[in-house]
Structure formats: structure tokens, C-alpha cells
């Protein structure tokens, strides 16, 4: 064989093994190419949810070598989106920060719901925590849980509240406290925290249990008064408010945590892949930094397996909450 027989072997050969490599899905393949790989959300975009996947996306990028963009599906507290990432391929380019209204609660609410949370996703841990605060119109004689629940009292069915959503956080635990102080306050749904805010500020609602990141400008600007903290520990000023535990409801706990979920039947080692890169993201300190600064208290699962059994264990409490609340809708 010739010398240009040879070297012509040889490229064929090496083009045949770099090919292998890449089928194979070798470290550092895939990525070179630059795949396109989807986060879905369930709220609109400026939401608490919607600016962590924003930084999340932002610092995979470079870290991955991937170009991740956001697509925001709101609706439904969030199950039109998990619905949509139910039908997504499992190849590991869709994934969702999943709330856990849709994830643990919304199923439990509605007769009806495009997927099963316990088969159709795959955990690959979670992110944090969105803590939840008391507010009201500030032209309201309240200053406190107990000046609301006399409030209430005396004035049956005046008082309504707006939440993000049927199904959310802020829907039923605001029902789990209005149970447990025996009120009545009209519930008003939204697609969202902004538009429901944005009519407390305007009196058009009395009040609203939602994200210390959608409520601090308001409460800041002296738009909306702040009554009590959902968390278990107060929260650093301008949001330092005595919890609804100090104010007499014991282990009371408002707080949604947001988690990393793929469709079933994705690869292992794509969730563990993405599971690390969020996890070395989130112990950054800048990261961690900002991510305080939009109302996120980090937390990480300790491997995708963990997440899993959370769902299932939070699926079960939530499902608890909802049958107490007799909350039921079409």
C-alpha cells in the first residue's frame, strides 16, 4: 500500500472513530456541538420563577457549552406547562423549573390534568425555595394576622384575596389558614402574582399570601402592607415580619420549592449531569448571592433519586392539603 493509499486509511479510520464517539455520547461530545436545550415555565416571564430559570440558563451556557433559552407556558398554576413537558421527548433537551403547586398540588384539584406526576417525570434535584409573605392594601384597618382574622370575623365575605392560580401556593395555603383561623375571605385566581398584586395595590383586592420576590417593591414603596412572614424564620429586612407561627399558627409553613424535572424515561446520566451543573451553579457565591436577591432560599436535593421519593412525599402532603381545603374545580 502506498503512501496516499495509507493516509487515506488513516483519515477514514479516525473519521469512523470520532463518529463512534459521538454516537457513543463520550464527555464533552455532545456538548461541543452546542445543542439547543429548552427550560419550560409555568408563570409568566418576571415572575420569581421565571428570572431563576433565567440565571440558571445564563450560567449553563458557558458551563455546558449549550445554548439554553426560557419559554414561559402560564396557566393553571403552572400544569399547562408541566402538561406540555409531559409530551416533550426524552432525549435531555427539555426540562422544566417545576413549581410545586403543579408538580404536588394541582393534580389533587382538578379532576383533570394532562399528566401523572408520579410516571411522567423524572427528578434531577432541586434548586430552593420560594418563601411566601402576607400582605394587604394598606388602607385597611390591619396591621397583623390577628387585626385580619377579627377583620374577617366582623365582617363575613368582605375580605378577598388574590392568588397566582388555582392550584398554587398562594391559593391553598391561604385556604389552609383561613381554615385554621375559621374566616371567610373571597378567593380571586390569577394567571400569576403581577396582576394580582397590582389589584391589592389598587383595592380592587384586600389582600395576598405570595412570593417575597413579587411582593418586597410594593412593600418597599409603602404600596402594600406587610402583615406576616409564611417562612418558619423571619426574613432580613424590608421583609422582616413576625411569622404566622410567632402569630399563633403553630408549624405553619407557606413556601414552594422549585425542582429540576425531565420527561420519563430520560437518561440517567443526563439527569445527573444536569443535576451536578446546577448544584456547582448554586454554591457559587454570586449565584447564591443573586439568587437571595430575587426571593430564592437555595436548597439541593442530595442526587436525582432523592428528588424523585421528594415528589412522591410531597405529592402525598399537598394532596392532604387540598382534601382539607375541599377545594375541587372542573
Given at each position: ?20 464517539s459521538a454516537a457513543i455520547g463520550f464527555p464533552g461530545i455532545a456538548s461541543a456541538q452546542g445543542k439547543t436545550i429548552k ?292
Amino acid at each position: 500500500m502506498n503512501k496516499i493509499d495509507q493516509r487515506r486509511r488513516s483519515l477514514m479510520v479516525a473519521g469512523m472513530a470520532g463518529a463512534a464517539s459521538a454516537a457513543i455520547g463520550f464527555p464533552g461530545i455532545a456538548s461541543a456541538q452546542g445543542k439547543t436545550i429548552k427550560i419550560i415555565v409555568g408563570f409568566p416571564a418576571g415572575q420569581a420563577t421565571d428570572s431563576v430559570a433565567r440565571l440558571l440558563a445564563e450560567k449553563l451556557r458557558p458551563a455546558t457549552g449549550d445554548n439554553y433559552i426560557v419559554e414561559n407556558r402560564p396557566g393553571q398554576g403552572g400544569s399547562i406547562a408541566l402538561g406540555a413537558l409531559a409530551k416533550a421527548p426524552n432525549d435531555g433537551t427539555t426540562w422544566m423549573l417545576a413549581h410545586m403547586s403543579a408538580v404536588a398540588a394541582t393534580p389533587h384539584l382538578y379532576k383533570s390534568v394532562p399528566y401523572d406526576t408520579l410516571k411522567d417525570f423524572e427528578g434531577a434535584g432541586l434548586v430552593g425555595d420560594l418563601p411566601f409573605m402576607l400582605v394587604c392594601n394598606p388602607s385597611l384597618p390591619i396591621n397583623n394576622v390577628q387585626e385580619l382574622v377579627q377583620y374577617a370575623k366582623a365582617n363575613p365575605d368582605k375580605l378577598t384575596n388574590a392568588s397566582s392560580g388555582n392550584g398554587t401556593v398562594s391559593h391553598l395555603a391561604m385556604e389552609e389558614l383561613k381554615r385554621r383561623a375559621g374566616i371567610k375571605i373571597v378567593h380571586v385566581p390569577y394567571k400569576g402574582s403581577s396582576q394580582g398584586l397590582t389589584d391589592v395595590v389598587s383595592g380592587n383586592v384586600s389582600c395576598a399570601l405570595e412570593t417575597a420576590a413579587a411582593v418586597r417593591p410594593f412593600v418597599q414603596s409603602g404600596k402594600l402592607r406587610l402583615l406576616a412572614a409564611g417562612t418558619r424564620k423571619r426574613l432580613a429586612a424590608p421583609l422582616n415580619a413576625p411569622t404566622l407561627a410567632e402569630q399563633g399558627f403553630t408549624d405553619f409553613n407557606a413556601a414552594t420549592w422549585l425542582m429540576a424535572l425531565y420527561p420519563a424515561g430520560t437518561p440517567k446520566p443526563v439527569l445527573k449531569s444536569t443535576f451536578d451543573a446546577i448544584g456547582k451553579i448554586v454554591r457559587d457565591p454570586e449565584t447564591e448571592q443573586r439568587l437571595v436577591q430575587m426571593g430564592l432560599l437555595p436548597r439541593l436535593s442530595a442526587s436525582p433519586e432523592e428528588s424523585q421519593a421528594y415528589v412522591k412525599s410531597e405529592f402525598k402532603f399537598w394532596g392532604d392539603v387540598v382534601k382539607r381545603s375541599g377545594a375541587s374545580l372542573d
